[in-house]
């Protein structure tokens, strides 16, 4: 069946400008994760959605960042204002629930942002 | 709270060899465990996990890797390597009940002919 998609696949832009990430999850998962894979900083944990809530935020590194979720299904995270500190590719996960049972997190192909 | 500490950031073996993968962890209740594969360009596999069932998990493409709760460990290891193995292997620690993944630093694996 069709796994987790992330769109662009790799996205360049400039200094100071917005960027919008999107995430299709697979059908019917519940739980939607954003994760940051960077040089410097590893794997991150950005935000987790249960639904279309979030509630848990505490990755996100700047109040530059900011995530939704609609209908359950696709997110999309926004950078405002791009740093030269923003590059990295930015992952999306999606599990069939969030806290106990089989959550098991499915990975996306990642979005490569690099900023000028 | 939760982390990962792998050991090794390069990994290199000969193809037919067996691969070894040290990964130690720190938890602060009952946690899960998984290995993750990412070949480049690739967004990131589940190899295998551990869930408090079995303390030797299999997993996908021949790769095995056994709990150790004494030794807070979690090594992946490979009979014979094969040169569809050169990746990078993440080792994760979830804490019980929890949702938010810690990843290891990650081991480049390099398979020679």
């Known amino acids: 069946g069709a796994g987790v998609s992330q769109s662009p696949s790799n996205k360049v832009t400039e200094k100071g400008k917005d960027v919008e990430l999107r995430c299709d999850p697979i059908s019917g998962h519940t739980a939607l994760y954003w994760y940051r894979q960077s040089l410097g900083q590893g794997l991150e944990f950005l935000i987790y959605?249960?639904?279309?809530?979030?509630?848990?935020k505490s990755g996100l590194p700047s109040d530059r960042f900011s995530a939704e979720r609609t209908g359950g299904s696709v997110s999309t995270l926004t950078i405002q204002r791009t740093q030269q500190e923003d590059s990295a590719v930015y992952l999306c996960a999606s599990s069939l629930v969030g806290l106990a049972g089989d959550n098991e997190q499915f990975f996306g192909p990642g979005t490569r942002l690099t900023v000028l | 709270a939760q982390s990962v500490t792998q050991l090794d950031s390069h990994v290199s073996v000969s193809e037919g060899t067996p691969v070894l993968l040290r990964c130690n962890y720190s938890s602060s209740y009952s946690p899960s465990l998984f290995w993750y594969v990412q070949h480049p360009n690739k967004g990131l596999q589940l190899l295998l996990k551990?869930?408090?069932?079995?303390?030797l998990v299999k997993g996908i493409n021949g790769f095995e890797a056994e709990f150790k709760k004494s030794e807070t460990s979690f090594h992946l290891t490979k009979p014979s390597a094969h040169m569809s193995d050169a990746a990078e292997y993440f080792c994760v620690v979830r804490d019980f009940n929890d949702y938010k993944l810690s990843f290891g630093a990650g081991t480049t694996v390099t398979v020679r002919a």
């Open positions: 959605f249960q639904g279309n809530s979030a509630p848990d």
């Open positions: 551990y869930t408090s069932a079995a303390t």
